[in-house]
């Protein structure tokens, strides 16, 4: 009997994932990736709770420690950037203890894969036939055709083969958060240290500086409220809009400006929620922030990334790839990632309102909650916060080949 076959649609975190794991267990794999090559860089992400454990059973712990951002800790500052509050420390806490770029995490798993995973780029897909009962068939933008026995969509919150598949009301519900972000890398100066440093501006607006391993700094200028038409804009009129948000918003907000004017990477994305009722149907699954995507507010988006791509494999190792068979083994992959999501996705009403404060008031009101919350009896709540991706269960086992 010859191998199943996989076709992975995503190669960030999630994708990756799968494919190692997949692999692992003896199936054939093919990534399509629509990006012309490997996409680098991205935003400071992390690996916590069960995601390590993953992570160390890849043998990889070491090479993304390696890889790590050098952030030691998480502050807030005020307009001087004085220090106002110290978030959670320890190596569960706001700074984790594996702190590494997006693209590094992607690109150590990636470089990592097993012979036998074949990698397309600059190709995405454009139509999945899934009505045959032994197999499901994709055809990309160029005129690939894939036949395969699973089909497994890791595009991120913007996937388009999901709604390709995931066509009925109620498939997928996508929550707008009312909070719009622009990242970019922006030179680095003597006044970046190697803490993340986080600033909250009347207007609801928020500008973060983060240390990165390239001797540049991570810049987030965040917003609560209308994108101001930032979203999808080109680059100039991005410019403007950020210029308008944020020319007096105080402490290193004109830096960041400046910076963005003449940095490659600038984009802006608006948060939004992703959840569906089920991660399957047929021969096709969802995972990573395609399938459930908790963004930046609840946290731990990467971990739950990575540890999907492992419990796929568990679930589907060892099995038939019958369709029914194949069914059971999606159902039980719903069933153990599940509890993770929801812990993250069941963000508190206000949070925005809290985290993004618009008046002097709501500002000052946020100062005396932040020293409550981080210095004083809830300490133990803040820290729970930080605490994403975690477990009392034992990860399912995935068999070798
Ligand atoms: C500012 C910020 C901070 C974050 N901080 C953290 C953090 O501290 N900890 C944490 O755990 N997570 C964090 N996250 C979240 C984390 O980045 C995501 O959860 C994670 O990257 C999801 O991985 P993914 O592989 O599911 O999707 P993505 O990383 O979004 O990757 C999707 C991939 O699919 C490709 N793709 C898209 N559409 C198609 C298509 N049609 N065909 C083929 N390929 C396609 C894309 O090019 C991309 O390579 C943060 C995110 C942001 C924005």
Redesign the pocket.
């Known amino acids: 009997m010859s191998a199943p076959h996989a076709v992975i ?8 994932s799968a494919a190692w794991w997949l692999r692992h267990t003896g199936w054939q794999v093919t990534v ?4 012309p090559a490997f ?1 680098d860089g ?7 709770g069960v ?1 390590k454990q993953v992570l160390e059973r890849m043998g990889l712990t070491e090479a993304v420690r390696a890889a790590n951002t050098t952030e030691i800790g998480t502050v807030l500052v005020d307009t001087d950037g004085r220090v106002t509050a110290t978030l959670p420390e320890g190596p569960d806490g706001a700074t ?1 203890e594996l ?1 590494v770029l ?1 693209g590094d995490l ?1 690109r150590t798993v990636l470089d990592a894969l097993p012979d036998g995973v074949t990698l397309v780029f600059g ?3 454009t139509d999945v036939d899934d009505t045959v009962p032994d197999r499901v068939t994709v055809t990309t933008d160029r005129g690939r055709v894939l036949r395969a026995d699973l089909l497994v969509v ?8 999901r709604a390709l598949v995931f066509d009925h009301p109620g498939d997928v519900d996508e929550r707008d958060l009312g909070v719009t ?1 622009a ?1 970019g890398t922006i030179p680095r100066t003597d006044s970046d240290d190697r803490r993340w440093r986080w600033y909250n501006a009347v207007g609801g607006r928020q500008v973060h500086l983060r240390p990165d391993p390239y001797d540049t700094t991570r810049a ?1 200028l965040a917003w609560a409220g209308d994108d101001d038409g930032a979203t999808g804009a080109d680059r100039e009129r991005v410019q403007e809009r950020l210029e308008e948000r944020f020319a007096d918003a105080g402490w290193e907000a004109r830096r960041v400006l400046d910076g963005f004017a003449t940095s490659d990477d600038v984009y802006v ?1 608006r948060l939004t929620q992703v959840r569906m009722p089920v991660w399957r149907r047929g021969r096709v699954a969802v ?5 459930w ?4 507010m609840g ?7 990575l540890t ?1 791509g492992y419990v796929l494999a568990a679930s589907v190792a060892g099995r038939s790839s019958d369709r029914d068979e194949l069914d059971r083994a999606l159902a039980a992959f719903d069933d153990w990632m599940r509890p993770l999501v929801d812990d993250v996705q069941g963000i508190p009403r206000g949070i925005v309102r809290f985290a993004y404060p618009r008046t002097r008031f709501g500002l000052a009101l946020r100062h005396v909650a932040d020293k409550v919350l981080l210095e004083g009896p809830l300490q133990g709540l803040a820290a729970r916060a930080t605490r ?2 975690e477990t009392d269960r034992e990860l399912p086992r995935v068999p070798a080949a």
């Open positions: 649609s995503g190669a960030s975190i999630a994708g990756p399509v990736e629509r990006a996409r991205g935003q400071n992400v992390d690996v916590r995601a984790a702190e997006r992607a190709e995405r897909i890791a595009e991120g919150v913007r996937s388009t083969t972000m990242f987030i994305d995972v990573g922030d395609a399938a995507c908790v963004t930046p946290g731990g988006g990467a971990s739950l990334a999907s994403v991706a």
